[in-house]
């Protein structure tokens, strides 16, 4: 299964549907926002993607009610702390913004997750810990890699997680 994760699109529509854009060239199967939404339009375009869509609030996202609505008329899966995206064969990943430094070291210590994805930061990332691969995608606003916008592919057929310049 291949899934496309994006974070911190700060409400930059263009961005986010270049990412999407990406993601269906490649043949994701889901995709998923790690947080700092900013917009209802993000949430439409997430949507518009035409596989599972999952996404939570960022530190950013100040109208989260709004946010929520939207999500529910547009069918993406949004949550205020973490979403959990199947990946078949019992597997899951977990999404999170990772502000919350409590809750991200919990999602990849409690061993129930292949996958933990977060933003935040602005930087991408790829590690192992233990069993669990975290993956930052980066930041689709104000990253601070030497790329303009990020986004990363998880294939968890070939368990690997590659980042993708916008």
């Known amino acids: 299964m291949k899934i496309g994760v994006v974070s911190d699109s700060h409400g930059k529509a263009n961005r986010l549907e270049a990412a999407i854009e990406k ?3 490649c ?15 993000c949430l439409e375009l997430l949507a518009s993607a035409g596989v599972p869509a999952y996404a939570v609030a960022g530190n950013m996202d100040r109208d989260v009610e709004a946010l929520e609505a939207a999500a529910a008329r547009c069918g993406v899966i949004f949550s205020r702390r973490y979403v959990e995206v199947p990946l078949g064969r019992a597997k899951l990943l977990a999404a999170t913004h990772g502000d919350d430094r409590a809750l991200l070291d919990e ?3 409690c061993g129930r997750y292949a996958y933990v994805c977060h933003g935040h930061t602005h930087r991408a990332r790829s590690a192992r810990r233990g069993e669990v691969r975290i993956v930052n995608p980066g930041a689709l606003r104000r990253s601070l890699d030497a790329w303009r916008a990020t986004a990363a592919i998880i294939d968890t057929e070939f368990e690997s997680a590659g ?3 916008l």
């Open 23 to 25: 993601f269906v060239s």
């Open 27 to 41: 043949g994701v199967q889901a995709v998923v926002h790690c947080g700092d939404v900013g917009s209802v339009e």
């Open 107 to 109: 999602l990849v210590k």
């Open 163 to 165: 980042h993708v310049r």
